[in-house]
């Protein structure tokens, strides 16, 4: 990983493998660590040098195309990005310290929501955690899992999803669930019709799901 004096460079890739650790501890923040990969060619260089790659490797071929695909607004492909540089620099002999943050962080997400919810990560991002103020660990699992229930408001039940949930979000914000219809003998299989009211604009929306 260190190039010799002679060839008109040191240490060309300390600085690139510097970040990777940075990132693995923790102690680079992950859209930063995105803004470097995007913007260094150098990283593409790094990544590649990887002769123990295993074809079947989870990343499916080049580590540094894998990260590329990623979203580093999403605590899971943050786990996923850190999991795959780890490996790498296990296969490689390359010491690092890897901190559990970002999977603690993704565990907390995943378990403050109700299990009729998947809420697209940006918008917890975005729209939420802000609000959260300095709240952390269990009181910000826990201030969450109100934050849900408050957000994503129902008339009556929860919807029963017969697939991955897919509650709407609208410009002003999540609808409100006003029920399911079971649908028997019209698709090839049984189907449900999930419906949605939007209180600023009074517009209905329906998610269709067939098993």
Same mark, same amino acid.
């Given at each position: ?35 470097? *990969? ?16 295993? =074809? ?11 990260? *590329? ?15 795959? *540089? ?8 390359? +010491? ?61 039940? =929860? ?8 509650? =709407?979000?609208? +410009?002003?914000?999540p609808l409100v669930f006003l029920g399911q219809v079971e649908v028997k003998d019209y698709f090839h299989d049984s189907a ?6 939007? =209180? ?12």
């Amino acid at each position: 990983m260190t190039s010799h004096a002679g060839d008109g460079s040191v240490n060309l890739m300390e600085e690139i493998l510097a970040t990777v650790r940075a990132f693995c501890a923790g102690e680079v923040a992950a859209a930063e660590f995105r803004a470097r *990969l995007y913007s260094d060619q150098r990283f593409e260089a790094f990544l590649n040098s990887d002769p123990s790659l295993r =074809p079947d490797n989870y990343v499916k071929g080049s580590i540094y195309q894998f990260l *590329l695909q990623l979203d580093f607004d999403d605590p899971r492909d943050i786990v996923n990005a850190q999991g795959a *540089l780890a490996q790498y620099m296990d296969r490689n002999g390359i +010491a690092y310290v890897k901190t559990d943050r970002y999977a603690k962080f993704n565990d907390l997400i995943a378990k403050a929501q109700p299990s009729w919810l998947d809420v697209d990560l940006k918008y917890i991002q975005e729209k939420m955690l802000p609000d959260a103020g300095a709240r952390s660990g269990t009181e910000l699992r826990d201030w969450l899992q109100g934050e849900f229930r408050t957000r994503f408001r129902c008339v009556k039940k =929860p919807p029963k999803w017969i697939q991955c949930p897919a509650w =709407p979000i609208g +410009a002003n914000g999540p609808l409100v669930f006003l029920g399911q219809v079971e649908v028997k003998d019209y698709f090839h299989d049984s189907a449900a019709v999930y419906v949605f009211h939007d =209180p600023a604009t009074g517009a209905c929306e329906t998610v269709v799901q067939v098993y």
